[in-house]
């Protein structure tokens, strides 16, 4: 009995169709990553607007050290996103 063996057309095909909903599947993780991302920096926004709910008054070493952690953490993704840094070339 013999099988059937697709042309190299039907190969070459079978290829394009698999990479065409390959990116489509990544647009669409990225457009979802991207959405997530631009959540979180809203939020971030909206805390800094409020002065991160920290009252004049009740500001301390602690409040102060709290924010140079999130600097930090900031500062290793900026560092990452445009190559700077320990990330610089």
Known sequence: MTTHRPTQSARSQLRSETAR???EAALAAF???KAE??????????LSDEHFNCHPDEV????VGTLDHYAGLLRQITDSAFGEGEHAS
């Open 60 to 63: 301390g070493w602690a409040t």
């Open 31 to 33: 457009i979802a990553k």
């Open 37 to 46: 991302i631009d959540a979180m920096l809203a939020r971030l926004q909206a």
């Open 21 to 23: 909903r390959n990116r």
